[in-house]
């Protein structure tokens, strides 16, 4: 069976890790430290900040801008439902706009129209290791005097015109082990406002500024100093793990057919968390199959889009359409893209689907 996504574990990482055992300083310590350092450059601003995961890195992003009760924020609904429900946590209202038919994205020309006085926030996800629309964002950002929440949980090292994702306003990060990098379980926030990484770090730490005085209501949204080790080794890997990501995906868009490839708008470096193709006709389910027959994993990036969860639906009573949204959950399917793929695995992709599509 090739998997649909592999996590990449080398002796660094469990030298590193027995080194942690070792000192006895297992909770949030040196290598988080370390780790929030390397990170910080690797996304080129000046400051990130360690978390349990990724949604607790959004949440307290959002938090600690002081999103909440009465606010909205703008997202997309087809992502991971984290997104949405970090903004649910904090009592604010997350606002769906219909995403790009070919990049999946949140659609810039579209998110003006949601924008009213209760508007706090955007938070473009950059899905499958592609950047959103940027430019386009960023100038909306200006124009309305918003605040810039990049979920960039799906693109460690993706840039928009030479940037790295997550530098434009707070960014924020997931290293779970299917991700392009791991530290078993954890996330960063990243950015350039000293204060705002220092209050970040506060809600980290249960709102804690003296010890065991507390100000405000934080939360234990720490990482480890195991998971912070991990996590340090495999940053260290990341470009090249991307790269091999770029090599696959570069494969599989030259020799597939009869399905839509992924999109790379002009001055984008896709990562490639997943390799999406849109399969049409009403095929997907039965190309899903006769990938599993084949010994071939693959995965739907999402079947359900958020406002279409039975929570959103029932509990919150959301009742909007978003065609390209429902199209694409419909249509979509992920195959491996991950570094661990060999030439062999990747021409028995491309067998089975151009097999299966030319039938
Ligand atoms: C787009 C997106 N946002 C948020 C998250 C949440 O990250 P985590 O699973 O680390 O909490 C994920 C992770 O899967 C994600 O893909």
Known sequence: MIPIAKPMMGEEEKRAVLEVLDSGMLAQGPRVEKFEQAFAEMCGVRFAVATSSGTTALHTSLMTHGIG???????SSFTFIASANSILYTGAKPVFVDIDARTYNIDPAKIEAAINNKTKAIMPVHLFGLSCDMGAIMDLVKKHNLILIEDACQSHGATYKGKKVG?????TFSLYPTKNMTSAEGGMITTDDEKFAGECRIIRQH???QRYYHDDLGFN???SDVHAAIGHEQLKKLPRFNEARQRN?????KHLEGVVVPTVPKGCEHVYHQYTVRVPGGKRDALIEHLKNNGIGCGVYYPV???KQNYYLKELGYKQTLPETERASAEVLSLPVHPGLSPADLESIVGAVNEFMAA
């Open 207 to 209: 709102g804690m500024r």
């Open 69 to 75: 009760e009465s606010d909205e924020v703008i997202t």
């Open 167 to 171: 530098s434009f306003g707070t960014g």
């Open 249 to 253: 995906a570069a494969f599989l868009s």
């Open 221 to 223: 949204f720490r990482m």
């Open 305 to 307: 889009p958020v406002h």
